[in-house]
């Protein structure tokens, strides 16, 4: 290492490491003793795990910083990139990343719930659940327990600690026919979370309530706080959320709400007749909607005033940009769900995926960027368009087809993950984000994470923190699954 460098001074190579990615801290405390010694001051971590949770969309408080040791600052801030150098290696010869831990969620239940669910045969613990990004905390939600269904939150400890025991945050009690939990998102100031859910108040008319929760799970009393509700005709078909809005299809023909929870304003309109939503998402001013082979753009409506009766006969709607995903006509289609809600004014929030099924067990994933380079004096067209980046073929597994379930996308160290289940495992496909649009990723990549002998029905992994959270076909046990990721 050159004198020069070193001479700079302690406090400008501290400052020149804030500025480095994790990886390359590592690669620079290698070239010296001297610069060795300073990589392991504490500020240098801190940082640089503050970068990894804004990067990755996490939520704030995954970490406890005031407490965590400088060893599990740099573990934790290394884990995005050391995951995907792991599963790189492993892409030629498939070697699973093993568990380092199991842990099983215990249900604990007060005796008011016991009671209720001894009241209600058949019924399941837990018939849904929602990982918070950074997979601390979880939600899970109940069957209905004699006309009363309990949503939890449970914080799971932060990923790499040794906790064994799961406590129970708070709980929330209603008394509709179902609760639905549809999607999560931080509160303003990134200490609490919002919950997202539909209620359906009546099973005959499948008359629906759109309500949003609030709370902060560190407090010295968490409680749910109902901050939003809003009326919706029939059930809620596909619903997500970005800053104070919620957007949610629902009926036939098919409406679209747009909401905002907090101004109490609201906008609908109705596509074109034929038109289904199988996922929709917010960008900016425009409501970006996945139908069957396209993605279109609409404009969002000018906000109103929330009233009852806002079910009035509307005109059909057309979007201002419709086209074709790029799979031909045979190819079945599928968009994944989006998580939003993390991501909205963020690098990542830009980002969409779309999966192509191919003969032969294999896949095409297509991904796009939404671009706002496209300035216009036409009202009429979209300053946002969406930008085919790159494209990858991947095969799936033996028991998979257009069904095969698929995680949320994420966003890992500059690459897209996705997740899906087979026997026992895990596999994960990864396609990096290019700089430049290219017509093939060469660089694609997929790897097992074994799960042991543990029969799955759905699967919430995050890739940045090394935590899975795996739930069983017949909803009676979730299971918390940390992965050891090996060092540099």
Not at 160 to 175: D, F, K, N, R, Y
Not at 250 to 264: A, E, K, M, N
Not at 312 to 334: D, H, V
Not at 426 to 434: A, G
Request: charged residues 20%; proline residues 7%.
């Amino acid at each position: 290492m050159s004198s020069r460098f070193l001479s700079l001074g302690l406090d400008v190579l501290v400052n020149i490491m804030h500025f480095l990615p994790p990886r390359d801290i590592i690669r620079l405390r290698r070239t010296c003793r001297d610069v060795h010694s300073i990589s392991f001051c504490r500020i240098i971590w801190l940082d640089a795990l503050s970068r990894t949770i804004e990067d990755h969309n996490l939520f704030k408080l995954t970490y406890d910083l005031a407490t965590t040791t400088n060893a599990e600052l740099e573990h934790a801030a290394l884990c995005p990139s050391k995951l995907i150098s792991l599963a790189r290696k492993s892409h030629s010869n498939a070697l699973p990343l093993q568990a380092r831990s199991h842990r099983v969620l215990v249900n604990w239940q007060s005796e008011q719930e016991r009671w209720d669910q001894a009241q209600t045969p058949y019924a399941t613990d837990f018939a849904d659940m929602l990982v918070i990004p950074g997979s601390r905390f979880i939600l899970t939600v109940s069957d209905n327990f004699n006309d009363r269904i309990y949503t939890k939150l449970w914080d799971l400890g932060q990923p790499g600690s040794a906790q064994s025991q799961i406590p129970l945050v708070a709980t929330l009690v209603t008394s509709e026919c179902t609760f639905k939990m549809h999607a999560t998102s931080p509160t303003p100031n990134g200490l609490g979370i919002r919950l997202v859910s539909s209620l359906i108040t009546s099973v005959q008319t499948d008359a629906t309530k759109l309500k949003v929760y609030e709370i902060f799970p560190l407090s010295s009393s968490p409680i749910f706080k109902e901050i939003g509700s809003i009326n919706v005709e029939k059930q809620a078909q596909r619903v997500a959320t970005s800053g104070d809005r919620v957007i949610c299809s629902f009926g036939i023909p098919q409406t679209v709400l747009v909401w905002d929870f907090t101004r109490h304003l609201f906008a609908i309109f109705r596509p074109y007749f034929s038109f289904l939503a199988d996922q929709v998402s917010f960008y900016g001013d425009y409501v970006v909607l996945c139908h069957m082979k396209s993605l279109s753009i609409w404009e969002i409506p000018p906000l109103e005033p929330y009233t009852p009766d806002y079910g009035i006969i509307l005109e059909e709607s057309l979007p201002i940009l419709e086209f074709m995903l790029p799979f031909n006509n045979e190819t079945p289609t599928k968009m994944p769900p989006h998580d939003g809600g993390w991501n909205s004014n963020s690098f990542n929030g830009r980002f969409l995926v779309a999966l192509g099924f191919l003969p032969n067990r294999h896949f095409e994933i297509a991904l796009f960027r939404m671009e706002d380079n496209f300035p216009s004096h036409n009202p009429l067209v979209p300053r946002t368009l969406p930008v085919l980046l790159s494209r990858a073929g991947f095969e799936y597994p033996e028991h998979g087809s257009s069904d095969l379930e698929i995680g949320v996308p994420q966003i890992c160290d500059n690459t897209v993950i996705l997740t899906c289940i087979r026997p026992n495992y895990l596999l994960i496909f990864l396609l990096p984000i290019p700089e430049e649009r290219e017509s093939r990723s060469l660089l694609s990549a997929q790897c097992l994470l074994k799960v042991g002998e543990f029969e799955l029905e759905t699967v919430q992994f995050c890739p940045a923190t090394g935590r899975a959270c795996l739930l069983s076909p017949h909803h009676t046990e979730i299971r918390v699954v940390d992965y050891s990721l090996p060092a540099f």
